[in-house]
């Protein structure tokens, strides 16, 4: 962070304030050199880079919307969609990078949105990775049979001990 007034290269973060929506953190500035004090606003929110390049503030609004279409006719409620948004931004957040692109953010929705209905997470699936044929399809259904005999088996075994 410059000086906009010296050009000085480094600045002593004097006060930091988040903004109420919590995207935002206003710091309040002072250069060593100069003495002079500024503000910066800084976002604090995820960024992600689309394929055209362009980046913009991760939202959870996106999330939901983009979800929403793979959940038409399920009994997925908005409240269920809320909380996917939810977890799929503190996994974003969690895996410690500020910039993302939406390949990775896809990746996250995958695993909570599979949780809420194998339905919507299949059709969101065709979509995000490219299925082109039924092949794909029964590949993914079949991953989702063995995932679930595993748990049936997994539950078994804890019933017998
Ligand atoms: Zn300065």
Redesign the pocket.
């Known amino acids: 962070m410059h000086?906009?007034?010296?050009?000085?290269s480094d600045?002593r973060v004097v006060d930091s304030r988040t903004s109420d929506d919590g995207l935002t953190i206003r710091r309040r500035r002072q250069?060593?050199?100069?003495?002079?004090r500024f503000s910066t606003l800084e976002t604090s929110s995820l960024v992600v880079a689309k394929r055209s390049g362009v980046t913009e503030p991760f939202s959870r609004d996106k999330i939901v919307s983009g979800v929403r279409k793979a959940c038409q006719g399920r009994p997925v409620s908005d409240d269920d969609l809320a909380v996917l948004a939810q977890r799929v931004e503190e996994a974003l957040r969690a895996s410690g990078s500020a910039e993302l692109d939406s390949q990775e953010v896809g990746l996250a929705i995958l695993g909570p949105l599979r949780e809420l209905d194998e339905v919507a997470y299949l059709r969101f699936a065709s979509v995000y990775q490219n299925f082109e044929s039924l092949d794909d399809f029964e590949a993914a259904v079949n991953l989702l049979r063995a995932d679930r005999e595993r748990v049936a088996q997994q539950q078994q075994t804890a019933t017998d001990d």
């Open positions: 000086c906009p007034f010296c050009r000085y600045s250069c060593p050199q100069c003495g002079q």
